[in-house]
């Protein structure tokens, strides 16, 4: 077990952007954190450790909104919620920057069921970017010349990170 010490020094050294910030900053960050999400103080703390960069983005701002698309866009209460504690690195995600990744989805033929599916499997997509021409790159050559589907690599999203030629 670690003092509340120990994960506070092993998150700032994880990100060390979090030196600029004051204690008071980054408490005040962590008590957003905790509120937005409905945490308790050690579940608070145990996401932060584990993703120290949500505190370097404005959780007040960016969080609640990107929550609320995420329950319309699965068509359940508390999804947002449960897909950023299941991969909290979504949490740095705006609103947008995870529609804009849905209509790339989209416009390469998935239903918006399919796209839930893929989202409850794998809520990582949704942290990619997309739409970027490098990822985009990669979606035209995994459905023109890889052997495998587009439904592949999305069951493995850490494929994507990966140069289209280390992947060939």
């Known amino acids: 077990f670690r003092s509340p010490v120990q994960q506070v020094v092993r998150m700032t050294l994880a990100t060390p952007t979090l030196f600029r910030a004051s204690?008071?900053?980054?408490?005040d960050?962590?008590?957003a954190l905790e509120e937005v999400l409905d945490l308790d103080a050690a579940a608070g703390?145990?996401?932060a450790v584990g993703q120290?960069?949500?505190l370097t983005v404005d959780i007040k701002a960016r969080l609640p909104p990107l929550l609320r698309f995420l329950d319309e866009y699965m068509e359940e209460e508390g999804a947002g919620r449960?897909?950023?504690l299941m991969q909290p690195v979504l949490g740095r995600r705006t609103?947008?920057?995870v529609e804009r990744n849905i209509g790339s989805l989209?416009?390469?033929g998935y239903s918006q069921q399919q796209i839930q599916q893929i989202i409850n499997k794998q809520p990582i997509t949704l942290a990619l970017d997309l739409d970027s021409p490098l990822q985009r790159q990669k979606l035209d050559w995994i459905e023109r010349v890889s052997p495998w589907t587009?439904?592949?690599f999305l069951a493995t999203p850490t494929y994507f990170l990966y140069t289209t030629r280390r992947l060939a």
């Not at 204690?23 to 408490?27: E, F, K």
């Open 95 to 97: 609103a947008a920057a």
């Open 150 to 152: 587009l439904d592949d």
């Open 106 to 108: 989209a416009a390469r």
């Open 29 to 31: 960050k962590l008590a």
């Open 82 to 84: 449960r897909l950023v």
């Open 52 to 54: 120290p960069t949500l």
């Open 23 to 27: 204690a008071t900053a980054l408490s």
């Open 45 to 47: 703390v145990q996401l």
